[in-house]
Every structure is written in C-alpha cells, then in structure tokens.
C-alpha cells in the first residue's frame, strides 16, 4: 500500500533554530515529491522535487530528494514565529494519477 | 478508522458534459475543504464547507462551479458544462469542529476531452 510518513510529527523549536522536517515514502511509479506550507486555509506549495540530490532554496528554507533511500527533507534555518504551521509532504506518482499526501508536522516557533 | 475518501478516483467527460466529485470526510469530521491542483502547480482553495452550510467559497469560479455538505452523505462538488480548463486533480480535506489539522483524501483526477 502507497504510503507518505512524516516525522516528526510535532515539533516545538525557539526563534533562531534551525529544523530539519523527514518525508519519507513508498509509492509505485514515483513522479515527485511536494512540500507544502499550511496555516489557516489553503496549504502554499513550497518545493516540488523531482530528482535526487538537487537542493531547491528558497529564502531560509531548502529541500533535497533521495529517491535511492526514497525520502526527502525540509530544513528551515533562523526559524520565526512566522514558520508556525504545518508543513506536508505529498507524492505525486503514476504520471500525476495519484497524490498520496504525509500527516504533516506541525511546527511551532516560540519568541 | 478509514481516512478521508473520495470517488470516483479518476473521471473523464466530455466537454459540456457535467462532474460529480464526491467527499467522504473522516468519522467524527465536520468540515470538509476542496482543492484543484492543475499540473505543475500547488493546492488552490476552492471552498470550506460545514455540514448544510458554505462558511467559505472565495476560491470558487463563480460559474459552473457548486459545492454541497449535506446533513447525510459525502460533500459533493459539481462542475456544469465542464472546459478542458477543468482538468485537473481535485482534493478534498477534512478537519474536527475547532481542529487545525486537515486530512487530505486521494484525490479525483479529472480529464475534460
């Protein structure tokens, strides 16, 4: 069975941290690998990732894709308050036929 | 305890032809959110939906597009006269009264030819 895990599952950091956030998957026909930012309504789309060992950036966040060892990480340096949300992770397999999305790991940066 | 589903999985129309997408959020959940996702891009919100009310339909195209959560059964989201424009994945997620957390169903892939 198809499925995205997420760990941690809730994580408690102060400003100024630096988070690493885990996807890790088993999908059949992998297409990629997407990670969202969710706070009160709409998840905003951050990365989508669709080959190994390539880092995306984007401000203080970055991502990186293993597709041998299947599993990708978010990491989030100088963490703010503001980086207080829940943060999925979704396969994109079968040529886009399918979305297996992660439970996510909520984040909260403390003052 | 089964996650959030949806069916059909995969919905191919013809143009002009109508869509129906239906939800069935997690036991014990009484919101349901819709999404599209087109290729190559993230999540759009579509609407929010408590049972028999509509609390949020900003990101819904004014026509065509409608959206239900009756007192008993799945959420439903219907597209009229659908447009190859159309195609897309459309996602549906369900949160607790007072819950932040969204639980993300499979999702319906639909292709308008």
């Known amino acids: 069975e198809d499925k995205v895990v997420q760990s941690p599952l809730s994580l408690v950091v102060h400003e100024g941290d630096t988070v690493t956030l885990n996807c890790s998957y088993e999908?059949?026909?992998?297409?990629?690998l997407l990670w969202y930012k969710q706070e009160k309504k709409a998840p905003t789309f951050l990365f989508m990732l669709?080959?190994?060992?390539i880092e995306k950036k984007s401000g203080r966040l970055s991502s990186i894709l293993d597709k041998k060892e299947l599993f990708s990480i978010l990491n989030i340096t100088a963490t703010q308050t503001g980086d207080s949300a829940i943060y999925l992770c979704?396969?994109?397999?079968?040529?886009?036929?399918?979305?297996?999305f992660g439970p996510g790991t909520r984040l909260s940066v403390l003052p | 305890n089964a996650g959030v589903m949806q069916n059909p999985r995969h919905l191919v129309r013809r143009r002009g032809q109508e869509a129906r997408l239906r939800c069935s959020p997690m036991?014990?959940?009484?919101?349901v959110y819709w999404y599209r996702q087109l290729p190559e891009e993230g999540l759009k919100f579509m609407v929010y939906?408590?049972?028999?009310?509509?609390?949020?339909e900003s990101g819904m195209p004014k026509e065509r597009f409608s959206a239900e959560f009756p007192k008993e059964g799945p959420s439903i989201l219907r597209i009229q006269q659908v447009v190859r424009g159309d195609s897309a994945a459309y996602f549906c997620?369900?949160?607790?009264?007072?819950?932040?957390?969204?639980?993300f169903g499979p999702g319906t892939r639909l292709t308008v030819t």
């Open positions: 939906l408590q049972k028999e009310n509509i609390i949020d």
């Open positions: 669709t080959s190994s060992g």
């Open positions: 997620a369900s949160s607790p009264l007072g819950g932040n957390e969204q639980y």
């Open positions: 999908v059949t026909n992998f297409r990629s």
């Open positions: 979704a396969v994109e397999e079968n040529y886009g036929q399918n979305f297996v």
């Open positions: 036991k014990g959940h009484s919101h």
